[in-house]
């Protein structure tokens, strides 16, 4: 009985001691894999910058240009019929237009006409709302517009003044709004 014992000991010894090594070489493994690149967001364009002319259709298909914002501000926010964040935000979005007197907000979808139509009488939008098809126009990639919603604000020089993600948490949009629906409260 007293050998069985010693044998079962040695037994389990070795077991342990395969496992540290297993274990050891799994942790020098890890540590000679390549480490994962960081992920890089792709910057928009940067305030400052004079805005880039751009061409597109209203909603009655006619054209429209950066020169059509001469001498005003515009707060031009890209979207996509398909996307829910967009979705989300229309309803602020509409409000936002509503109370906004010295900029006017301009919304600018990726889909062709036709699907643009859909989306403002889906979502009842009144705000200037323009079409700017991804694979046929390039509004979206000119302004460096890398998802949706994404907004601009460009000054009455045609200047970018502000961008970046129009979301309810995003502190630069939160002081944006408050700045924007300032400007329109009466004296």
């Not at 909603?59 to 501000?73: F, G, I, P, Q, S």
């Not at 604000?153 to 300032?182: C, D, F, R, Y």
Request: aromatic share 6%; with cysteine; proline share 7%.
């Amino acid at each position: 009985m007293e050998t069985v014992l010693i044998v079962s000991s040695a037994l389990l010894w070795m077991v342990l001691i395969c496992n540290v090594l297993l274990t050891l070489a799994l942790v020098r493994n890890a540590n000679k894999a390549p480490k994962a690149k960081p992920v890089s967001v792709p910057e928009g364009l940067k305030e400052g910058t004079e805005a880039p002319a751009f061409s597109a259709q209203s909603l009655d298909e006619t054209t429209v240009t950066l020169d059509d914002y001469h001498n005003k501000a515009a707060l031009f926010v890209f979207i996509a019929p398909h996307c829910g964040a967009c979705e989300n935000i229309l309803p602020s979005l509409k409000t936002l237009g509503s109370q906004m007197k010295e900029t006017e907000l301009v919304l600018v979808s990726d889909s062709g006409i036709g699907e643009t139509r859909d989306l403002a009488k889906e979502h009842d939008i009144t705000l200037p709302l323009l079409s700017a098809p991804r694979r046929k126009n390039p509004f979206f990639t000119d302004y460096k517009v890398h998802g949706t919603p994404t907004y601009y604000l460009i000054n009455a020089q045609s200047q970018i003044q502000a961008a970046g993600n129009p979301h309810e948490n995003n502190m630069p949009w939160k002081q944006l709004v408050v700045s924007l629906t300032e400007q329109a409260a009466p004296a």
